[in-house]
């Protein structure tokens, strides 16, 4: 067919040739309208990073989620806020000032929710303890309370090391005492000091007896007030969390450590860490995307021109996402990488033409407008696939891939109007001198004709590849897990999975509302059969089951304490540092004595670690001056009896545990089980780790079985993912559709169709398979680079087959074209643009570098090697 003198021809080279000729003018016009444009965005557009609406409302899944979200919103948009340290006093005295604190900031936080300090579980928390722990309790604190009673009378070093002498020889003298435990705590508090480090001494633990724990954690769930049209909608609350945690006392060096998390600190981390060090990536990038124009233009001037039709046509498409829509999400953000990849191939297509009619002896007003008709014809039919592959997203129910349908094909339109417009214009200053073809020419066309040479075995190879990608086609998966996608390294990813790993803090469980409170049990007793589900939660277990029972064994406690000790320091004596070294030799030989008389003891190894740690202290006030031994022995002193007070004071609150019903819960805790509007909650635990997918779709679908109506986390997660997966099939099927239609209308051949289609689908298949042996899975955020990959497709195939159908250059070897060069280019100039996101932090957005790069290697293969062995003329092949 004959394209050179139709009207699309016509067109564009009028186009061309008058924006050359008018070049003042029009670049006046345009750098007006330009800057207007960029003004104007600046002031409107908006972003929002809310991504609970992405979805349809009119999904099942998103219908629950509403739900849920409605009912109880104190659960959505949360920030975890983990609190870690050495002893449980610590902790519980650090969430007590730092709750406090939070809920006078009215203004960053609508709740604060802090049930290891509530009021209420600090006097009924031994009533969730099951009767033989209470009872196991009552005989340690029959022990512990002489020692108690002694100490809070001179809380001293020297005294506590008097009371354990004491203790340790009515041991040896065969008083039954569980001294096992204040050994071994005693013991690491003292070799700790010694390190130059501070563990304090947990009476808490040995009052119940409990072993000792590395670390002891608080949580406080802060319903934060986050605002969505900042960029970080988060980081004024997550600021003010941390300002209030210094007025706490709490710092980075100090025993006690926070950590934030939850959603809104982990969308916050997701966002920081995909645009970290991306200024420093885009002007790297930037360079040398000028530099491989450079190496395709050969001139200075065009090399600007391209870059100027860059940065012009991606300005006016973000004026018309201001006009068209008002803001930018998460998803439509992803317009600009779109707009990059595609807006340098227009550039370079119509200037490479134009190059080479100037390297065919043509004058300049000449090769402007055989340029503006050849390339017009094919970038605007290349133009019109793209648009209509974009706008297939519109009608998806992922709006947030709907708006980047609408924003990116429209910006198609756009910029094949600034390339014929602002391009011609430009080059009549940035044209450059004609060159010869350079030697960088002749080497791709070599290496491009090997599969000319070799077509057999250029077929073949691709058959085998398409035979290995059917076989593997199945394995292809998609990660539903949003953790996988950030930073491993951030806080708030570190602490959730970290969260995950603890039965007893996990966030990550599903939820069931029921409307009745009668419809709560059966549903909770078939629930918790499912072998996939550990254990359900509901408001009736927060009234404890066997209260009369439990409350005659904390009475038989309460009488045990007697009178409550005074929580005041007293005035007590000062000893001196040569009566505490004597008070702590006389325990030495005590411990030495016992250990040797009784080496069968339970308790003997425990009291064998306490003397060697004594006689290690001995040894250091054996050497050290008197100041160094006076300092030492009081941070001692510190270490083994700072937490004496708390955990007396929550002793005493816990013994005066009062019998309660369900109707007397605190709103605090009832609200969060059943809401203002009625509905109950149940929260839902999984027996095993879900953070894999199997494990993810067998643990919803379990209970999905029983409660259709399951929301929360991993539910959501999987739901969206599914429907992530059914839009962008969706938009493809419809995509391929309108494409082919446009195809078959512009081409007038189904011939030509099913040639452009080709490389499309085989890099496409080739793409998804190699991500099996990448290990990079589908997700969230590298399904967007299905888009581009689809445009670049369209592009390079179309301009290949587009060139063939060409008469001028019907005997022409098409791999020695402009037209070759420019897809070369192109590809490479987005591929320099792309593979700088593999490098980067997040991994959604390493995983989207990684895809975007193997898919143009893909698509530069199979459009300049397996293509052009098809479109090679009989003639052509028996020349060869």
């Given at each position: 067919?004959?394209?050179?003198?139709?009207?699309?021809?016509?067109?564009?080279?009028?186009?061309?040739?008058?924006s050359?000729?008018?070049?003042?003018?029009?670049?006046?016009?345009?750098?007006?309208?330009?800057?207007?444009?960029a003004?104007?965005?600046?002031?409107?557009?908006?972003?929002?990073?809310?991504?609970t609406?992405?979805?349809?409302?009119?999904?099942p899944?998103?219908?629950?989620?509403?739900?849920?979200?409605?009912?109880?919103?104190?659960?959505?948009?949360?920030?975890?806020?983990?609190?870690?340290?050495?002893?449980?006093?610590?902790?519980y005295?650090?969430?007590?000032?730092?709750?406090?604190?939070?809920?006078?900031?009215?203004?960053?936080?609508?709740?604060?929710?802090?049930?290891?300090?509530?009021?209420?579980?600090?006097?009924?928390?031994?009533?969730?303890?099951?009767i033989?722990?209470?009872e196991?309790?009552?005989?340690?604190?029959?022990?512990?309370?002489?020692?108690?009673?002694?100490?809070?009378?001179?809380?001293t070093?020297?005294?506590f090391?008097?009371?354990?002498?004491?203790?340790?020889?009515?041991?040896?003298?065969?008083?039954?005492?569980?001294?096992?435990?204040?050994?071994?705590?005693?013991?690491?508090?003292?070799?700790?000091?010694?390190?130059?480090?501070?563990?304090?001494?947990?009476?808490?633990?040995?009052?119940?007896?409990?072993?000792?724990k590395?670390?002891?954690?608080?949580?406080?769930i802060?319903?934060?007030?986050?605002?969505?049209?900042?960029?970080?909608?988060?980081?004024?609350?997550?600021?003010?969390?941390?300002?209030?945690?210094?007025?706490?006392?709490?710092t980075?060096?100090?025993?006690?450590?926070?950590?934030?998390?939850?959603?809104?600190?982990?969308?916050?981390?997701?966002l920081?860490s995909?645009?970290?060090?991306?200024?420093?990536?885009?002007?790297?990038?930037?360079i040398l995307?000028?530099?491989?124009?450079?190496?395709?233009?050969?001139?200075?001037?065009?090399?600007?021109?391209?870059?100027?039709?860059?940065?012009?046509?991606?300005?006016?498409?973000?004026?018309?996402?201001?006009?068209?829509?008002?803001?930018?999400?998460?998803i439509?953000?992803?317009?600009?990488?779109?707009y990059?990849?595609?807006?340098?191939?227009?550039?370079?297509?119509?200037?490479?033409?134009?190059?080479?009619?100037?390297?065919?002896?043509?004058?300049?007003?000449d090769?402007?407008?055989?340029?503006?008709?050849?390339?017009?014809?094919?970038?605007?039919?290349?133009?019109?696939?793209?648009?209509?592959?974009?706008?297939?997203?519109?009608?998806?129910?992922?709006?947030g891939v709907?708006?980047?349908?609408?924003?990116s094909?429209?910006?198609?339109?756009?910029?094949?109007?600034?390339?014929?417009?602002?391009?011609?214009?430009?080059?009549?200053?940035?044209?450059?001198?004609p060159?010869?073809?350079?030697?960088?020419?002749?080497?791709?066309g070599?290496?491009?004709?090997?599969?000319?040479?070799?077509?057999?075995?250029?077929?073949i190879?691709a058959?085998?590849?398409?035979?290995?990608?059917i076989?593997?086609?199945?394995?292809?998966?998609?990660?539903?897990?949003?953790?996988?996608?950030?930073?491993?390294?951030?806080?708030?990813?570190?602490?959730?999975r970290?969260?995950?790993?603890?039965?007893?803090?996990?966030?990550?469980?599903?939820?069931?509302?029921?409307?009745?409170?009668k419809?709560?049990?059966?549903?909770?007793?078939?629930?918790?059969?499912?072998?996939?589900?550990?254990k359900?939660?509901?408001?009736?277990?927060?009234?404890p089951?066997?209260?009369?029972?439990?409350?005659?064994?904390?009475?038989?406690?309460?009488?045990i304490?007697?009178?409550?000790?005074?929580?005041?320091k007293?005035?007590?004596?000062?000893?001196?540092?040569?009566?505490?070294?004597?008070?702590?030799?006389?325990?030495?030989?005590?411990?030495?004595?016992?250990?040797?008389?009784?080496?069968?003891?339970?308790?003997?190894?425990?009291a064998?670690?306490?003397?060697?740690?004594?006689?290690?202290?001995?040894?250091?006030?054996?050497?050290?001056?008197?100041?160094?031994?006076?300092?030492?022995?009081?941070?001692?002193?510190?270490?083994?009896?700072?937490?004496?007070?708390?955990?007396?004071?929550?002793?005493?609150?816990l013994?005066?545990?009062?019998?309660?019903?369900?109707?007397?819960?605190?709103?605090s805790?009832?609200s969060?089980?059943?809401?203002?509007?009625?509905?109950?909650?149940?929260?839902?635990?999984?027996?095993?780790?879900?953070?894999?997918?199997?494990s993810?779709?067998?643990?919803?679908?379990?209970?999905?079985?029983?409660?259709?109506?399951?929301?929360?986390?991993?539910?959501?997660?999987?739901?969206?993912?599914?429907?992530?997966?059914?839009?962008?099939?969706?938009?493809?099927?419809?995509?391929?559709?309108?494409?082919?239609?446009?195809?078959?209308?512009?081409?007038?051949?189904?011939?030509?169709?099913?040639?452009?289609?080709?490389?499309?689908?085989?890099?496409?298949?080739?793409?998804?398979?190699?991500?099996i042996?990448l290990?990079?899975?589908?997700?969230?955020?590298?399904?967007i680079?299905?888009?581009?990959?689809?445009?670049?497709?369209?592009?390079?195939?179309?301009?290949?087959v587009?060139?063939?159908?060409?008469?001028?250059?019907?005997?022409?070897v098409?791999?020695?074209?402009?037209?070759?060069?420019?897809?070369?280019?192109?590809?490479?100039?987005?591929?320099?643009?792309?593979?700088?996101?593999?490098?980067?932090?997040?991994?959604?957005?390493?995983?989207?570098?990684?895809?975007?790069?193997?898919?143009l290697?893909?698509?530069?293969?199979?459009?300049?090697?397996?293509?052009p062995?098809?479109?090679?003329?009989?003639?052509q092949?028996?020349?060869?």
């Amino acid at each position: 067919m004959n394209f050179s003198h139709n009207r699309t021809y016509k067109l564009f080279a009028f186009c061309t040739s008058f924006s050359y000729r008018h070049a003042p003018w029009v670049l006046l016009i345009a750098l007006l309208f330009t800057v207007a444009s960029a003004v104007y965005t600046a002031r409107n557009l908006g972003m929002n990073t809310d991504t609970t609406n992405m979805l349809s409302e009119h999904l099942p899944f998103r219908i629950n989620s509403v739900r849920y979200d409605k009912a109880f919103p104190q659960d959505s948009d949360i920030l975890l806020l983990v609190l870690s340290a050495p002893t449980p006093e610590q902790v519980y005295s650090a969430a007590d000032r730092l709750a406090t604190l939070l809920r006078k900031d009215n203004k960053n936080f609508s709740s604060v929710y802090a049930p290891g300090v509530e009021d209420f579980f600090g006097r009924n928390g031994l009533l969730y303890e099951d009767i033989p722990q209470l009872e196991r309790i009552t005989d340690h604190l029959a022990e512990a309370q002489p020692l108690i009673a002694q100490i809070s009378h001179d809380p001293t070093l020297y005294s506590f090391v008097k009371l354990l002498t004491r203790a340790v020889d009515e041991l040896n003298n065969g008083q039954h005492l569980e001294l096992g435990p204040v050994f071994k705590g005693v013991g690491e508090t003292l070799d700790t000091r010694l390190a130059g480090k501070s563990r304090p001494l947990s009476w808490q633990t040995l009052f119940r007896g409990d072993p000792a724990k590395n670390s002891y954690q608080e949580i406080i769930i802060v319903k934060p007030r986050p605002d969505y049209s900042e960029l970080l909608p988060g980081q004024k609350p997550i600021l003010a969390v941390r300002a209030a945690a210094e007025e706490a006392g709490l710092t980075d060096e100090g025993p006690i450590q926070l950590r934030i998390t939850g959603d809104v600190a982990l969308a916050d981390d997701e966002l920081k860490s995909s645009l970290d060090g991306m200024e420093i990536a885009g002007v790297v990038t930037f360079i040398l995307v000028g530099g491989v124009l450079y190496s395709a233009m050969h001139t200075v001037g065009m090399t600007l021109a391209v870059l100027i039709c860059l940065v012009t046509g991606l300005i006016l498409t973000a004026a018309f996402a201001t006009v068209a829509i008002g803001q930018l999400n998460v998803i439509s953000i992803a317009f600009a990488v779109l707009y990059i990849g595609l807006g340098a191939d227009f550039a370079i297509h119509f200037l490479l033409r134009f190059r080479e009619m100037l390297d065919g002896g043509q004058s300049m007003n000449d090769a402007v407008y055989r340029a503006g008709g050849e390339a017009g014809v094919a970038l605007a039919a290349c133009t019109v696939a793209n648009a209509l592959g974009f706008y297939a997203f519109i009608p998806t129910s992922y709006s947030g891939v709907a708006e980047l349908g609408i924003i990116s094909g429209t910006g198609m339109l756009i910029s094949l109007v600034v390339t014929f417009i602002v391009g011609p214009a430009l080059l009549r200053y940035l044209s450059g001198k004609p060159m010869l073809e350079s030697n960088g020419r002749k080497t791709l066309g070599k290496v491009l004709g090997f599969s000319l040479r070799w077509q057999k075995l250029t077929h073949i190879s691709a058959g085998l590849l398409l035979l290995l990608a059917i076989v593997l086609w199945p394995q292809i998966r998609f990660d539903y897990n949003l953790l996988n996608m950030q930073d491993p390294k951030g806080e708030a990813v570190k602490t959730f999975r970290e969260l995950l790993a603890s039965p007893e803090h996990s966030p990550w469980y599903a939820v069931v509302l029921a409307d009745d409170r009668k419809e709560i049990q059966p549903l909770k007793e078939k629930l918790a059969q499912l072998p996939e589900v550990s254990k359900v939660v509901s408001i009736f277990d927060f009234v404890p089951q066997d209260q009369e029972t439990k409350l005659a064994i904390i009475e038989e406690m309460s009488l045990i304490m007697g009178p409550g000790l005074s929580m005041t320091k007293p005035a007590v004596h000062e000893y001196s540092v040569l009566q505490q070294r004597q008070a702590l030799t006389d325990l030495d030989a005590a411990l030495d004595r016992f250990i040797v008389q009784q080496p069968d003891a339970p308790v003997s190894a425990s009291a064998q670690k306490l003397r060697d740690s004594v006689r290690s202290l001995l040894g250091r006030l054996e050497t050290a001056g008197n100041n160094e031994n006076t300092a030492l022995l009081h941070s001692l002193e510190g270490d083994l009896l700072s937490t004496l007070p708390v955990a007396l004071q929550r002793l005493y609150n816990l013994i005066e545990a009062a019998p309660f019903n369900e109707q007397e819960l605190p709103e605090s805790v009832s609200s969060r089980w059943h809401s203002h509007t009625g509905e109950y909650l149940m929260a839902i635990y999984p027996s095993a780790n879900i953070g894999d997918d199997e494990s993810l779709r067998r643990f919803v679908r379990s209970i999905q079985q029983v409660a259709p109506q399951a929301t929360g986390m991993p539910v959501i997660s999987l739901e969206a993912g599914d429907a992530v997966i059914g839009a962008f099939v969706q938009a493809f099927s419809l995509a391929l559709v309108g494409v082919v239609v446009a195809l078959l209308i512009m081409l007038r051949s189904i011939k030509y169709t099913v040639l452009v289609l080709i490389p499309l689908l085989l890099s496409s298949i080739f793409t998804g398979v190699f991500t099996i042996f990448l290990d990079v899975p589908f997700n969230f955020a590298n399904i967007i680079a299905l888009p581009l990959l689809l445009g670049l497709g369209i592009d390079s195939s179309l301009h290949m087959v587009h060139r063939s159908m060409d008469n001028k250059v019907e005997n022409e070897v098409l791999i020695h074209t402009s037209t070759a060069r420019a897809i070369f280019y192109s590809a490479l100039t987005a591929l320099v643009d792309f593979a700088s996101l593999m490098f980067s932090s997040h991994k959604g957005t390493a995983s989207m570098g990684t895809l975007l790069t193997v898919g143009l290697a893909f698509t530069l293969i199979c459009t300049l090697i397996i293509l052009p062995s098809l479109l090679r003329k009989p003639v052509q092949r028996a020349a060869a």
